[in-house]
């Protein structure tokens, strides 16, 4: 009787599981499915959607470097003219007028004063304007900008570049980041350090391009290692994925050093 009752239960436990199996197991397996659909769609909609991020990204820079271009065109067609006008105008009453010693010291204290306006004038135009990338190398664009910043300071700037031969294709992206911090770097060089010389050299390594830039002015002041623009620096550095330190220059001075991995340098918004 018990074997009976244990092959009854065996056979009935047996037929329950078979028929659980043809019956919820293709339940499942749809949900499954149908688990795995929706998971592709909202990957597919969150890649659409970042991709539309990039695209706005990309579009707010264009505008953004438009207008730095327009403004600082008009910076220097009318206000450098200006002041430069201003500048020989006073220059010129020196010259052919008799005047007091005291107001003619007076006058070549403004035109000083002047001139380092114009100076400070300049270097925020190259500031604001963006030489186009596109179709450069990174070396290129790198002598190109120092050429055109030394024509209109009052610092050498030089450029360097070693291990040419290693260079590798970055994306305008990344070229126009690079633009940015070497390009304020130069800038803080010449409005703080009181030096004499900037140099910029880029280094190509087998597995990476290092970029300084060294002053041989008067060296980090506490002022200037915190504030927008340093923190603006560290930004544009996350953004293309590089590192970036501040130190001493030897034997005065300061180093800008911005360090890029070879896979960093397709990285895009």
């Known amino acids: 009787m018990e074997l009976m009752l244990t092959l ?16 919820i197991s293709p339940k ?21 959607l970042d991709q539309q991020r990039k695209d706005i990204q990309q579009e707010v820079e264009l505008q953004l470097d ?4 327009r403004i600082s065109s008009e910076l220097h067609d009318d206000i450098i003219q200006r002041l430069s006008g201003i500048r020989l105008s006073l220059l010129h ?27 400070i004038t300049r270097v925020l135009i190259w500031g604001l304007s963006l030489t186009e990338v596109e179709g450069k190398s990174l070396v290129a664009m790198l002598g190109e900008l120092c050429s055109k ?29 690079i633009h940015r911090i070497v390009q304020e770097s130069i800038h803080n060089a010449i409005k703080y350090s009181n030096g004499w010389k900037v140099s910029v050299k880029a280094q190509w390594h087998h597995n990476r391009v290092s970029i300084s830039i060294e002053d041989d002015g008067e060296g980090i002041k506490k002022r200037e290692s915190s504030g927008f623009g340093i923190e603006n620096l560290y ?30 340098l397709k990285e895009t918004i």
């Open 8 to 23: 009854f239960f065996g056979f009935f436990a047996g037929t329950f599981i078979t028929w659980a199996w043809w019956t």
């Open 235 to 264: 930004r544009r550095t996350s953004e293309i994925n590089a590192t970036l330190e501040i130190v001493p220059n030897s034997p005065h001075g300061t180093i800008v050093r911005l360090e890029l991995p070879h896979e960093a």
């Open 28 to 48: 499942l397996k749809r949900r499954e499915r149908n688990i795995e659909k929706r998971s592709e769609l909202l990957n597919r909609q969150l890649e659409k």
């Open 93 to 119: 009453i020196i010259s052919i007028h008799t005047i007091p010693e005291e107001t003619a010291t007076r006058i070549k204290q403004l035109t000083t004063d002047l001139t380092e306006t114009i100076e």
């Open 66 to 69: 438009t207008e730095r271009t």
């Open 149 to 177: 910043i030394g024509r209109t300071s009052l610092l050498k700037i030089s450029f360097t570049s070693v291990m040419e031969e290693w260079e590798r294709p970055v994306s305008d992206f990344v070229k126009k980041e």
